[in-house]
């Protein structure tokens, strides 16, 4: 209804002939679609987060210089921060908070197949009522669905991506020089466990980056199965 009313309003300003070009570009939905084709949308929408965007994550700086994923520091090590750095330690302190970044960046690498078989195995409980809810519900009901187990699998990925990056070694520096402040309370925080979630975090954030483009862009749906099952949304 909503292409339909949009689409008068052109040809109002082109003429017919335009309009038809327009409307020959458009997927065509005269089939029925079933519940099957609804979630295998889905699920390729979510693939194509994974291999368009969560790829971003793996490069250099991926999640250090992405502001909408970056991992900052918890907070009871704003603290340690603010100390190193009025004790004259600034360049340590901005290392640690490179290294955890860098730390995630090597881990999502590692840890990709495990989202993708995550997205290929999940079953949709209300295909459907997912591909008419919000710009990111796929997204939302992949974390919710799949996040404790993903947990599991991520979790020694970014154990061995500390040790690899070397952030488990300047972050033990670290966490030594602000104990050996005077006056402080010493920390001892889990560092593996924090960055985990924040990097899990990230690749979700990431996914529903590309979920919204496809949702909201015709030009994205780079599959004849995401032109049909979208277009049942736009419909609505």
């Known amino acids: 209804m909503k292409k339909a009313i949009a689409l008068l309003f052109v040809c109002s300003l082109w003429g017919c002939a335009e309009m038809q070009q327009v409307l020959n570009q458009l997927p065509q939905t005269s089939g029925p679609i079933g519940t099957i084709d609804i979630a295998g949308g889905l699920k390729e929408a979510l693939n194509n987060g994974i291999s368009k965007q969560v790829s971003k994550l793996t490069a250099t700086?991926?999640?250090?210089?992405?502001?909408?994923?970056?991992?900052?520091?918890?907070?009871?090590?704003?603290?340690?921060?603010?100390?190193?750095?009025r004790a004259g330690l600034s360049s340590l302190a901005d290392e640690g908070l490179k290294v955890m970044n860098r730390a995630a960046e090597d881990a999502v690498r590692e840890a990709t197949p495990i989202f993708v078989s995550a997205v290929k195995n999940m079953s949709f409980t209300d295909a459907k009522g997912i591909l008419l809810g919000n710009d990111t519900s796929a997204t939302t009901y992949l974390e919710n669905s799949t996040s404790i187990a993903l947990y599991g699998k991520f979790n020694p990925v970014i154990k061995n991506s500390f040790t690899k990056?070397?952030?488990?070694?300047?972050?033990?520096?670290?966490?030594?020089?602000?104990?050996?402040?005077?006056?402080?309370?010493?920390?001892?925080?889990?560092?593996?466990?924090?960055?985990?979630?924040?990097?899990?975090?990230?690749?979700?954030?990431?996914?529903?980056?590309?979920?919204?483009?496809?949702?909201?862009?015709?030009?994205?749906?780079?599959?004849?199965?995401?032109?049909?099952?979208?277009?049942?949304?736009?419909?609505?």
Do not use: C, H
Request: glycine letters at 4%; charged letters at 25%.
């Open 165 to 236: 990056v070397g952030a488990d070694k300047v972050w033990s520096n670290i966490i030594t020089k602000y104990n050996s402040l005077p006056l402080v309370t010493k920390v001892n925080p889990d560092l593996t466990d924090y960055v985990t979630k924040q990097a899990m975090s990230g690749v979700f954030k990431m996914i529903a980056v590309e979920e919204k483009n496809i949702r909201t862009n015709i030009s994205a749906r780079t599959s004849p199965l995401l032109l049909k099952v979208f277009a049942m949304q736009d419909n609505q």
């Open 61 to 85: 700086d991926g999640f250090f210089r992405n502001e909408a994923v970056k991992i900052l520091l918890p907070e009871e090590l704003r603290k340690v921060d603010a100390g190193l750095r």
